[in-house]
Structures are given as structure tokens and as C-alpha cells.
């Protein structure tokens, strides 16, 4: 069952699988001292432009600002023809659209090792250490829904169906609607088929689904993880136990002969504090409350102890 919702809104992050093409034509060679640093167009990606431009000039390095130059394909294209020196990119991206493998792979770790192999081998491009937030899909309600339904994972989603509850509505965009790995393929990885053409699915930009949720115009949506409106409307996280939903973690992209030793222990310390809470809280301060993007990075990185 299908229905729609039209609404205004401009979707503040446009989530880790986004691709594009265009690329900059104003983009040079760079001076043999300056390291460009470039950024897909959402806030997430300018937060983790200006980090990089921190740590490197704190590290004594030349920077040039190349924030916001396009898509994935944009800044890799950039990185590979030298373009640019850096940018983060995010390891289910880089698989299944940078690399073209059709089978996606479900532990992380492995992923990441895979993914940074064959940029190593293929492109002379060094992926260092990931951070811990995914910026995958999820599926997130609110606490009267779970409360009231007992449904805290997906496994339990699928029982939930299973037993004759389909009167329930679920918020997403038509991609994710039609993608093996969004709702398409849901069902058959939880066992829900036969229950699930009985749910009502709602058509809505992603950007609004969260809101969607607390304004109870759909009891669940899909969202993206790192989503700051998840904490604003104190909305739970419905569990993916099995894994369904593509790993998207992020990690600075660095060409070979750009990449110093005092440049990998600089973004190695970083990493690993860029947890799921902590990109949230980041990515409120500049979608949400419209702080500048260069603050909120240095403020990240003077709080804890970098610069």
C-alpha cells in the first residue's frame, strides 16, 4: 500500500551513497607546498573538510580549500588526478560505486580492509583509519510505537508483521523504497515477505522523515544514522541485527605522495572520537542551529586536545 506526502524541505545531508557527477572546472594543479582538501556538498562532509584543514596547518602544512566540490565521482577524480590531496570518503561508497562490486560486504573491519587494498593497489590512494559512525540507513519511531509494540529490532519488526500487525505506516523516498538494500530487499532479509505488501509505505524526502516520526504523520521512517534530528526528537533506533543496511563508515582519502608520517598520526588520533553521538551533536550545530562549519571543527578539535 503506497501513499505520499509533499512537502517543502531541503535535505540538510545527503547521506553517504549519494554519488554525482560534476566536478569543478576550476580546479588546478597544485603548488608543490599546498594540499587541497576537498568535500561532497552536506554538512557532514564540510565538518569533516575544515577538521582536515585544521589538523594539517597545525601540522605546518599549506592548505587550499576545495569544500563542497561535488559528488563522490567529483572529488575522487579530483583526488586521483591531483587535483586535491584529501577528502573523506565512505567505505560502502567507495565498494559498491568507486570499485563496482555488485556484493556488499557485512562486517565493517573487512570492508574497510578490502576497500583500502584496492585503492592501494589501483590508485596509489591511502585510506586511513575509519571513524566509528556508519552514515547507513536506519529505521527510527518513536518511544509511545516501540513502547506499545515491543518491536526494538527489526527481528522483532518482523514478528510484529508476521502476526497480523501490518497497520502501521513507513516513511522513505522512492530510491529507498525500490533498492534491494533500502525496503526492497527488507522482507526477504527478515522474513516478512508475505506481510509486507499489507504495510503502508509513505512517500517523503528523507530529510523530512525524522519530523514525519514526531509529528506522528508515520509511526517509523527511514533515516540516515548521523542524522541530528534523531537526538532533537528523542526518536529510537530500530535495531538492524542482520546487518541488511550497507556499512558506510568514513575515512580520510590521502594520495601516496602527499602522505607524511606526522599527517597519519594526526588524522589516526582523530578518528576514532567520531563516534555516531559525536557526529550528530556536530551535524545539529551546523544544520540545525547554523553554526559555521569551521567553528564547529575547531571547536571539535580544541575540545579534545588536537590543536
Not at 509529528?215 to 534530528?229: C, N, W, Y
Not at 563516534?275 to 540545525?288: H, Q
Not at 559555521?292 to 580544541?302: I, R, S
Request: hydrophobic share 35%; glycine share 8%; with cysteine.
Amino acid at each position: 500500500m503506497r501513499d505520499s506526502i509533499t512537502r517543502r524541505g531541503v535535505l540538510a545531508g545527503a547521506g553517504a551513497g549519494a554519488i554525482g557527477t560534476s566536478l569543478s572546472g576550476c580546479l588546478g594543479m597544485l603548488d608543490d607546498d599546498s594540499i587541497g582538501v576537498s568535500s561532497k556538498e552536506f554538512s557532514e562532509q564540510f565538518i569533516l573538510a575544515n577538521i582536515s584543514q585544521e589538523l594539517l596547518e597545525a601540522d605546518g602544512h599549506e592548505t587550499e580549500d576545495s569544500t563542497g566540490l561535488g559528488g563522490t565521482m567529483a572529488n575522487f577524480e579530483a583526488l586521483r588526478n591531483e587535483e586535491v590531496g584529501l577528502y573523506w570518503e565512505y567505505t560502502g561508497t567507495a565498494w559498491l560505486n568507486i570499485l563496482e562490486h555488485e556484493e556488499p560486504i557485512d562486517d565493517s573491519e573487512e570492508l574497510y580492509q578490502q576497500v583500502a587494498a584496492e585503492y592501494e593497489d589501483d590508485f596509489g590512494i591511502e585510506w586511513l583509519e575509519p571513524a566509528p559512525f556508519n552514515n547507513t540507513y536506519v529505521i527510527v519511531s518513536n518511544d509511545d510505537w516501540v513502547d506499545e509494540t515491543g518491536v526494538s529490532d527489526l527481528e522483532e519488526l518482523s514478528e510484529h508483521a508476521q502476526a497480523g500487525n501490518t497497520d502501521f505506516s513507513v516513511g522513505m523516498n522512492p530510491e529507498i523504497e525500490d533498492r534491494e538494500d533500502g525496503w526492497a530487499g527488507l522482507p526477504d532479509t527478515y522474513e516478512f515477505e508475505e506481510s509486507a505488501d499489507d504495510i503502508e509505505t509513505v512517500n517523503m524526502d528523507l530529510g523530512l522523515a525524522v519530523q514525519a516520526v514526531d509529528e506522528g504523520e508515520v509511526d517509523v521512517a527511514f533515516a540516515f544514522e548521523t542524522d541530528a534530528e534523531i537526538e532533537r526528537y528523542d526518536l529510537e533506533v530500530i535495531d538492524d541485527t542482520r546487518n541488511h543496511f550497507v556499512i558506510y563508515n568514513p575515512a580520510p582519502n590521502v594520495r601516496q605522495d602527499v602522505l607524511t608520517e606526522d599527517i597519519r598520526e594526526s588524522f589516526n588520533s582523530v578518528t576514532p572520537e567520531l563516534d555516531a553521538e559525536t557526529i550528530r551533536e556536530l551535524n545539529g550545530r551546523v544544520s540545525i542551529d547554523g553554526d559555521d562549519p569551521g567553528n564547529v571543527a575547531h571547536d571539535f578539535l580544541e575540545t579534545n586536545g588536537h590543536i
